[in-house]
């Protein structure tokens, strides 16, 4: 696998790259958003302490290791973030985005999905995963835009939210296991289950 630490990416209309100190202020705004953050694991931010926080922990901090995909979306015009695209390197590989609300609706997201999903594949990882409450269709209108398919649903008392959440799981292999089923979520959920018509 080779040894790549977010390698800046570009695409048709944006730059995908690594956070810095100076993107605190940008990042606060994406993260200060209610119903952009609506469905997120996180409360919405509610200082620039709290976002520069958020960038030590979650940024800063992956970008210290060998190998991380924690991006900053960021429009070609003015290089200056409105959203976020992720992929973890734990086990299920999670692919993750937000994105300013004011920019909902374009295709940003998509197109930076298919970016990062093309390095990743490149770079040897064997699937992604990724799950949206099924009150937020839309992020798994992304997912299948992406190339990724739904494999089953589960409920999650969700933190730090604390409440109950239906979640769909979507997954896409790399490496030609296309009946491989990352079952974590399936296993650790005592209500699951599998939707037609998805």
Known sequence: MANMNTPKLET????????TENDIEALYLILMEKEANTFLPWFPAKSMEEARAFFETRYAANYEKAQAYAYAVCLKEDNKPIGYINVSMDEGHDFGYGLRKEFWHRGIITEAGKAVIAQVKRDGLPCIT??????????????????????????EQWQPK?????????????????????????????????????
Not at 130 to 154: C, E, F, L, W
Not at 167 to 195: G, P
């Open 12 to 19: 048709e209309r944006l730059v995908l790259r690594k956070f």
């Open 130 to 155: 990724a799950t949206h409450d099924i009150n937020n269709p839309r992020s798994g209108g992304v997912m299948k835009q992406v190339g990724m398919k739904y494999q089953y649903s589960y409920e």
């Open 162 to 198: 604390n409440f109950l959440v239906t979640f769909r799981m979507y997954q896409l292999n790399f490496d030609e296991k296309d009946h491989r089923v990352f079952k974590k979520y399936w296993n650790n959920s005592t209500v699951h289950f599998i939707e037609t018509g998805i």
